[in-house]
């Protein structure tokens, strides 16, 4: 079974350029959540999906960034304008919520690195 | 606020030697605590998940422990290995209404050296 598949892995961009990344949750799994990690830090949610619905989105600054999901699979998350402070690792992960206790498995990340 | 605080905050040990993680956290109403294991340059993968009424847990050399009334939990690494390097993450999933909401800890660095 393939997992969590997240593209590119690597970006660099000058601030104030725009940046998208790119999810693919496992076959099946209607969750799909955004994680942002800083270095030496834990994974800080920034927006989770249910299907096509976004149900949390409080942590999403959205000012700069956006995301969708449009047929409830892949997901984009978007940055426009970048800043140096967004310098970081974009998580995705997915999870099938029919069982409890809901299994998070996440991708690889996307480092992202803003000059 | 629910908060998760692990240490230490990184840990060097020989292979072959054991090693415990500590996790301490202040979230309600508690749900489950899950420790996920993340390679350098990985997204963290989950070595075990305990619900309220579990206090350990074990997966392979790893071995997790919860103490719902004191909130601690700790991971106990048995007989090291040098593919152990990695960050350990405690993470605390707090019951909502129709939702849940994970909160994580900052990590252990943990470095196994020859």
């Known amino acids: 079974e393939a997992g969590v598949v997240q593209s590119p892995r690597y970006k660099i961009i000058e601030k104030k350029q725009p940046v998208a990344f790119w999810c693919n949750p496992i076959?099946?799994?209607?969750?799909l959540y955004w994680y942002l990690q800083n270095l030496g830090q834990g994974p800080e949610l920034l927006i989770r999906?249910?299907?096509?619905?976004?149900?949390?989105d409080s942590q999403l600054p959205k000012d700069r960034f956006s995301a969708e999901r449009l047929k409830g699979v892949d997901s984009t998350l978007k940055i426009q304008p970048a800043e140096l402070g967004d310098s970081a690792v974009y998580l995705c992960?997915?999870?099938?919520?029919?069982?409890?206790?809901?299994?998070?498995?996440f991708g690889p990340g996307t480092r992202l690195t803003v000059t | 606020k629910n908060q998760v605080e692990q240490s230490p905050q990184s840990l060097i040990i020989l292979e072959g030697k054991n090693c415990t993680l500590q996790?301490?956290?202040?979230?309600?109403?508690?749900?489950?605590l899950r420790w996920y294991k993340q390679d350098t340059g990985r997204g963290p993968v989950s070595l075990t998940i305990m619900t309220f009424s579990e206090n350990t847990k074990s997966n392979g050399r790893y071995t997790a422990t919860l103490d719902a009334d004191t909130k601690q939990s700790s991971l106990h690494i048995t007989a090291s290995q040098l593919s152990d390097s990695a960050s350990y993450i405690c993470?605390?999933?707090?019951?909502?209404?129709?939702?849940?909401?994970?909160?994580f800890g900052k990590g252990t660095k943990l470095s196994v050296i020859p």
């Open positions: 992960a997915s999870s099938l919520d029919t069982g409890y206790p809901y299994e998070q498995y």
């Open positions: 999906y249910e299907n096509e619905e976004a149900v949390d």
């Open positions: 076959s099946g799994h209607n969750t």
């Open positions: 993470v605390v999933s707090a019951r909502g209404a129709g939702s849940y909401q994970l909160t």
């Open positions: 996790c301490n956290y202040t979230v309600s109403p508690f749900s489950n």
